[in-house]
């Protein structure tokens, strides 16, 4: 049964997609077979692997709004054995159109379970906000990978976030309490000056155990590549980009035994 | 009567927050009275100008949704000249609760009627989304500013951002159809590597004479500041952060010739 893998912060640019992108693809490479899942209306990581919009036929919005299935709205990306489940401008109305359904905030939750099994791991980027769209993915995932920038303003969101995560865990999901912390991932850190050490020694602080051992530096490669429609793996494979984000998919894979 | 500018982009972390704030503490620091309207539950904006939220009695909530009058809500930064209606966590529940007014994409214009006339400028901090939230900004502002990170995924997001502003500039305010695009800022350019340079080409091909002759380059000090409550010209009036966004207010107010 696929483990499924929301990444998460309502703080903006901290690395989510960058992170479901190349995790996914990093997965991918080791031979497991992962779905990713766009749900930003900015479908970031449906054009990072790839993807042109314009000739999809279905997108994310049309499997939980629509009766599309969501094994039919899925595509193979340009990364092997990773497929995704897309996202396009539509999905700027899921918000509302979430808020009428019943059992509205299990609506992902539902639909995925059609196809996790024919995945190893199930990765679901979400849009920088805390509203209907997140709480599904949050309501759907076995854990979440919370992306950190070693900048100031990302640290002051943490609260908020670990906020939402608690009202999930308790008040959504009671009877399966087994939302857990994948881990909390450091991203962006620029060597260059001390101000983001004091960020990372912060983080530490906080959530000791749960941080990831690996940290994502700034990485120029970790910024072209998504405009080449390429993973960092394939762009640039022997980069610090690829060689950092190889080094968190064996962390992950390790939190499963 | 005060000009309003919105500062919009559904992108993440691409200088919304640091644009508003520099912005809007340059104008004060030239002697304008200035209104920062600080719409993101994220509140970066309320501390990264000094404010506690903690002894805060009322916010942009209490006056959207509830009956407290805007000038009871709005408090004094640590910025002279530059006062502030500050956001918590409530603003959150912002987005459904404005989805079942009457109106709803006029809240905000008609709670900023009764104070724009004390000030020169009001600037108004907007989330990463393109939902309720943002359009009550866009319908309430003279005309928009938005920040381009100079990224791909950035670039890549700006169609969307003209579709939503020109649906508002057609159909929501139709009798008025005055919003104008104050003007493209790119922002965080770092110099050491050519993709930035390729990225701001692209802009200024697409917007010509739209985009702002002010670039905003990659800036430690930018980064620091908002972590002592402090805009840029109180922090560092020297560094170079500090000046680009004094020549920025200087475009802005030729603007208004
Ligand atoms: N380690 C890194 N080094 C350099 N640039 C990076 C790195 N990680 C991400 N970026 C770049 O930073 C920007 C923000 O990253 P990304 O878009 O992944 O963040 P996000 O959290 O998904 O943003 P949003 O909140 O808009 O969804 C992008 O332009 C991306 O290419
Ligand atoms: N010119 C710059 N140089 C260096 N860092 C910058 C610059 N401008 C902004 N930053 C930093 O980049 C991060 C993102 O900026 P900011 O928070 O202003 O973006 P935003 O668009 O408001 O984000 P959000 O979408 O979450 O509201 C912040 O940590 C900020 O301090
Ligand atoms: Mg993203
Ligand atoms: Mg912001």
Avoid: W
């Avoid at 314009?54 to 009766?67: A, C, K, R, S, T």
Wanted: proline residues 4%; neutral net charge; glycine residues 8%.
């Amino acid at each position: 049964m696929g483990k499924i893998i929301s990444v998460v912060n309502q703080k903006g640019g901290v690395g989510k997609t960058t992170t479901a992108v190349n995790l996914g693809a990093a997965l991918a490479y080791k031979g497991r077979k992962v779905l990713l899942v766009d749900l930003d209306p900015q479908s970031n990581a449906t054009v990072g692997v790839g993807i042109n919009r314009g000739f999809l036929e279905y997108n994310g919005y049309d499997v939980l709004i629509g009766d599309v299935a969501t094994v039919d709205a899925i595509v193979e990306s340009s990364v092997k054995n990773l497929d995704i489940l897309p996202s396009t401008i539509d999905l700027a109305g899921l918000e509302l159109s979430l808020a009428n359904l019943e059992e509205r905030e299990f609506q992902l939750f539902n639909k995925l379970s059609t196809v996790r099994d024919n995945y190893d791991y199930v990765i679901i980027d979400c849009p920088p906000s805390l509203g209907l769209v997140t709480i599904n993915a949050l309501c759907a995932s076995n854990s979440t990978l919370i992306p950190v920038q070693c900048e100031f303003y990302a640290l002051d969101g943490l609260t908020q976030l670990l906020n939402t995560i608690r009202i999930v865990q308790t008040r959504l999901r009671p009877r399966k309490r087994d939302l857990k912390i994948e881990g909390v991932l450091l991203t962006m850190l620029d060597n260059r000056n001390n101000f983001g050490f004091e960020i990372v020694n912060e983080v530490k602080k906080y959530f000791k155990e749960k941080v990831f051992n690996t940290i994502i530096p700034r990485n120029v490669q970790l910024q072209i590549a998504p405009s080449h429609g390429k993973s960092i793996q394939q762009f640039s494979p022997n980069s610090r980009g690829a060689m950092v984000y190889r080094e968190l998919a064996a962390e992950v894979e390790k939190n499963e035994e």
